[in-house]
């Protein structure tokens, strides 16, 4: 036969459910945050994660009017959100559907792009003389989400706002 000895409600008060779930939904929306000013930060630097986006094609500079990667007038830097899921077990960091949605992947994972009539013709009119044998053009991908979420420094960051939350749900 055993017996519980000792003060019951002090340990009952620590493993409180709602308090610890109430520290994870704040420490959730915390990362979020974070992640997504990290991500912001890294678009405008030009180095997300401290890595260096590619650099533009000349026909880019031109049209544009600089050589700033991703930046044209804000709109994908001001996409950039988090949002917290199924009772913050979940973060999202990124670009949320809209009218960005595919530029932003575009970005983040480059792609290849068939070449039609009408787009040789552009590039044709805007001085750019693709050879007749051009049937692809390649826009090289410039990750601006993966290298900020991904690195060493993000990752510690997340573990220090969450240890802190638990370590704050436990306290008496």
């Known amino acids: 036969m055993s017996e519980l000895t000792g003060d019951?409600?002090?340990?009952?008060?620590?493993?409180?459910?709602?308090?610890?779930?109430?520290?994870l939904t704040k420490s959730a929306a915390r990362v979020g945050n974070y992640g997504a000013s990290q991500v912001k930060k890294g678009i405008i630097s030009g180095a997300p994660g401290g890595?260096?986006?590619?650099?533009?094609?000349?026909?880019?500079?031109?049209?544009?009017?600089?050589?700033?990667?991703l930046i044209d007038h804000g709109d994908l830097v001001g996409s950039v959100t988090y949002q917290v899921f199924d009772n913050a077990k979940s973060v999202f960091v990124g670009v949320k559907k809209g009218k960005e949605?595919?530029?932003?992947?575009?970005?983040?994972?480059?792609?290849?792009?068939?070449?039609?009539?009408?787009?040789?013709?552009?590039?044709?009119?805007?001085?750019?003389?693709?050879?007749?044998?051009?049937?692809?053009?390649n826009i090289p991908a410039r990750p601006y989400i993966r290298p900020v979420l991904y690195n060493d420094e993000f990752q510690n960051k997340v573990r220090e706002i969450y240890a802190q939350a638990i370590q704050e749900a436990f306290a008496i």
Do not use: D
């Not at 009119?125 to 044998?133: E, S």
């Open 51 to 69: 890595k260096t986006f590619a650099p533009l094609s000349q026909f880019t500079i031109e049209r544009k009017r600089s050589s700033k990667p």
């Open 8 to 23: 019951w409600s002090k340990v009952s008060n620590i493993l409180n459910p709602a308090k610890l779930r109430a520290a």
């Open 101 to 137: 949605v595919n530029i932003a992947a575009v970005h983040e994972f480059g792609c290849t792009i068939p070449v039609t009539p009408k787009m040789r013709a552009y590039l044709h009119h805007q001085g750019i003389h693709l050879k007749t044998t051009t049937q692809y053009i």
